[in-house]
């Protein structure tokens, strides 16, 4: 089956610096997601993307979609304590269905 | 708009017994995802539900059942609880319409089996 992994596993960064991650998948992706989750509660949707090439943002957040659609970036800038929480990708299992396949999640610590 | 809503939101179960946990979407959406999600295996994709039919299903014994309603509530059910079941259940709606892979997740129901 598809497999996504995401690098790194884990950040610890200061506050204010930016903030790299990435995702591969084993097939290629006409979506993927950038998901946030905090302790205790559901994931909650950063960034969709559709377009090889394409960069979204959303405030201090940038994700892209490789131009192989096979991978995909998300980018925080100035980082700041509530960005604390575990990043995950997604992409579709199936197309035309509203299924997805995440990756492992990437955890992020900022140092105030 | 209201979000996804999950009840309840903890149980404890022992092994053996039943649970039934129900999720109710964002107004409108008419797909409902369920996923489990584990430490060690991450999130994994259950079923997914539109229009009260069962559309895909994830690679999960029998034991693990769900179901939609008209008005696009779903429930899932789990039979003779093991251990391992023990987990945070998520449950997602999604319109269905162009952005249907935009997945709105609600808290979870975190269950524990002893």
């Known amino acids: 089956g598809q497999q996504l992994n995401q690098s790194p596993q884990s950040m610890f960064i200061q506050e204010g610096e930016d903030v790299s991650m990435n995702c591969t998948s084993s097939?290629?992706?006409?979506?993927w997601l950038w998901y946030k989750q905090d302790p205790g509660e559901g994931p909650v949707l950063l960034i969709a993307?559709?377009?090889?090439?394409e960069l979204t943002s959303n405030g201090r957040l940038t994700a892209q979609f490789g131009t192989t659609r096979k991978d995909s970036f998300l980018n925080i800038s100035a980082s700041i304590p509530s960005d604390v929480g575990i990043y995950f990708c997604?992409?579709?299992?199936?197309?035309?269905?509203?299924?997805?396949?995440f990756g492992k999640g990437t955890m992020l610590l900022v140092s105030p | 708009k209201a979000g996804v809503t999950q009840t309840p939101r903890y149980l404890i179960k022992t092994r053996g017994q039943q649970v039934t946990l129900s999720c109710s979407p964002i107004?409108?959406?008419?797909?409902v995802s369920w996923y489990q999600q584990t430490p060690g295996q991450g999130l994994q994709f259950l079923f997914e539900?539109?229009?009260?039919?069962?559309?895909n299903k994830g690679n999960f014994p029998g034991r693990f059942s769900g179901r939609q309603f008209s008005n696009s509530r779903s429930e899932m059910n789990v039979s003779t609880l093991e251990l391992g079941d023990s987990a945070l259940y998520l449950c997602?709606?999604?319109?269905?319409?162009?952005?249907?892979?935009?997945?709105?997740f609600g808290p979870g129901t975190r269950l524990t089996v002893l």
């Open positions: 997602a709606s999604s319109s269905g319409g162009q952005n249907y892979n935009e997945q709105f």
């Open positions: 097939s290629i992706f006409n979506t």
């Open positions: 993307l559709y377009k090889a090439g």
């Open positions: 997604a992409g579709p299992t199936h197309s035309g269905y509203s299924t997805l396949t």
């Open positions: 107004s409108g959406h008419r797909s």
């Open positions: 539900y539109f229009s009260e039919t069962q559309r």
